[in-house]
């Protein structure tokens, strides 16, 4: 019988509620299925036919050891999903870099190397953005993110000096359009299952539940389907062909004059998708909004083994 790891975290060593159908799904496949903490250093990680990355949801806390935790899986004798060296590019938000050299549209950002002496306000200015977002290059769940106006570029120098004296940082121009909606759309090897919106809370420009944020079952456009396949493709190039078994691709969409607005998802007018992250480590997969999802990726899993 085949055993599958499914790698969590010291937080959630059941995993979390929303993987339950896939959970199911694997197990009606006759494949036992393991929760198992990817920080405890007493797992022996070979005995498995697979691990599959699931809810470690505290990595970017623990950004060395999580490195640390790759090598060990890479030099296992099993195969581990998404694969090492996607984990390793995925973890740090650099990799956007990569992709808009690959022809994805993300947000107008400056990549700023921990270390660096530079004043964020002469950033903005340069820019000649209204607002950015500041965050972490190795953060999930809106860890030490910030929007910031223009005016307050300044005030905000020492926090700013401060994390980069930790961290490499992203300034990011603000987009008006999340406000409308964040789109998350999953695909399994490759091939798109289901979408959700994900909207703030009044107020706020964080999608993420813990911070107040909603999630709805929408159905994106066939044009705003092929341009975030178009993502996984180049993903997949940049992995030199290693097609990654679950993505997450989130982003907005954009009018037709490029404007970061905020254009309601699905309002019938011409959109381009503007990517804000493509999650490929831990990202929650939204299998409670379809009941076949579980299944599919199971499916997927299953073909891979």
């Known amino acids: 019988m085949t055993t599958i790891a499914l790698a969590t975290c010291e937080e959630l060593p059941s995993l979390v509620d929303d993987d339950a159908s ?32 699931r809810s470690i949801w505290d990595y970017y806390r623990h950004p060395e050891e999580f490195a640390a935790w790759i090598d060990h899986l890479e030099a296992a004798s099993c195969p581990v999903w998404n694969h090492p060296e996607t984990l390793r590019w995925n973890q740090h938000k650099f990799y956007l870099r990569d992709l808009e050299e690959r022809g994805v549209s993300t947000l107008p950002t400056e990549y700023v ?5 530079v004043e964020l306000s002469t950033i903005v200015d340069d820019r000649e953005w209204d607002e950015v977002v500041v965050k972490p290059a190795i953060s999930a769940g809106a860890f030490e993110t910030r929007r910031i106006a223009r005016a307050d570029a300044a005030d905000e120098q020492v926090w700013f000096d ?21 789109w998350s759309l999953v695909f399994f090897d490759g091939t798109f299952s289901h979408a959700v919106v994900k909207r ?34 180049a993903v997949t190039a940049e992995m030199d062909g290693e097609r990654p078994l679950y993505a997450r691709v989130d982003g907005i969409e954009r009018g037709e004059s490029g404007r ?19 999650e490929l480590i831990e990202p929650e997969l939204f299998f409670r909004v379809d009941g076949d999802a579980g299944p599919r990726l199971a499916e997927a899993l299953d073909e891979r083994l």
């Open 162 to 182: 401060d994390l980069l004296a930790e961290r490499d940082v992203l300034v990011q121009q603000f987009a008006g359009g999340i406000t409308a909606g964040e």
């Open 113 to 117: 190397e921990r270390g660096r002496d």
């Open 200 to 233: 703030p809370k009044a107020g706020d420009f964080r999608v993420q539940e813990d911070h107040g944020g909603s999630v709805a079952v929408e159905r994106p456009s066939d044009s705003l389907r092929a341009q975030a396949n178009d993502v996984v493709d």
């Open 22 to 53: 896939f959970v199911s799904a694997l197990r009606d496949r006759d494949v036992t299925v393991e929760p198992v903490v990817w920080s405890d250093d007493s797992v022996t990680w070979d005995r498995f036919d697979a691990v599959l990355v």
């Open 260 to 278: 970061l607005d905020k254009t309601e998802p699905g309002a019938g007018v011409d959109t381009d998708f503007h990517l804000l992250e493509v």
